[in-house]
């Protein structure tokens, strides 16, 4: 069944969740400041790991580095973007909508927002989501989206511990933005190729990374504002491939 994979990982952030929420009501804040630090180390690592395989690569004579200007003219153009539409504030003003809608206060609303954010990035940005989705349109395999699951699944349980409900609506963007991508995988596959999803992928763990810094010293970079810069890459190979560079 087509979608099935996108709906097992929602269902895999919600179980996750669930399990966090359960844990979060027995953990003293320490904890949860020291988990959340924790986390946040691990995803800087995680964003590092798949920028650095977009940055260089292995030849006979040692490493070499490459798509340094694409990284930088990915970002620039992306803020702008970004800054331009304001997506951050967008999505801030989607997690306090839906905090009203479900009149969630007091503690339990602290970090709501944020919970949504951040886990809304962190799940939707990579190459597994991009990959995954396109498998599951193009052939039914959802593999790749059930690794993803499980994976999300897991993280979600210690996100929802530190910063709460807002960790379950993650689905949303995330049932979104993998469901338009297989839905409209016969239409897009023709575009794609190896280097573009890297090229996609490399930008995509610079924000992982944009990610792990604000989750370990708070929102110090705007990562939902960089988002446009993941579609740079599409115009590069657009116009890599019309002047045959």
Known sequence: MIGLGT???????????TIGII????????????????????VIFI???????????????????????LMVVSLAIGAFIGELIDIEARLDSLGERIKKALKVKGDKGKDFVDGFVNSSLLFCVGAMAIIGSLNDGLTGDATT??????????????????????????IIPLGIYQGGITLSAKYI?????????????????????????????GKKIKCGNL??????????????????I
């Open 227 to 244: 988002l446009p810069a993941v579609l740079v890459p599409i115009v590069y190979e657009l116009i890599k491939n019309l002047f045959h």
């Open 23 to 42: 844990i979060k009501g027995s953990l003293h804040q320490r904890f949860q400041d020291t988990i959340m630090k924790a986390l946040g180390l691990a």
């Open 145 to 170: 989206l059930y690794a993803k699951g499980f994976i999300d699944g897991t993280v979600a349980i210690f996100f929802s511990s530190t910063l709460g409900l807002g960790v379950f609506f993650s």
């Open 189 to 217: 596959e023709p575009f794609l190729n190896d280097s573009l999803i890297s090229n996609i992928s490399f930008i995509g763990s610079v924000l992982i990374f944009g990610i792990g810094l604000n989750m370990i010293f």
């Open 47 to 69: 964003g590092i790991s798949g920028a650095l395989q977009g940055m260089f690569r292995v030849e006979q004579d040692g490493l070499q580095t490459e798509n340094i200007m």
């Open 7 to 17: 709906l097992v990982n929602m269902a895999a952030i919600i179980a996750g969740a």
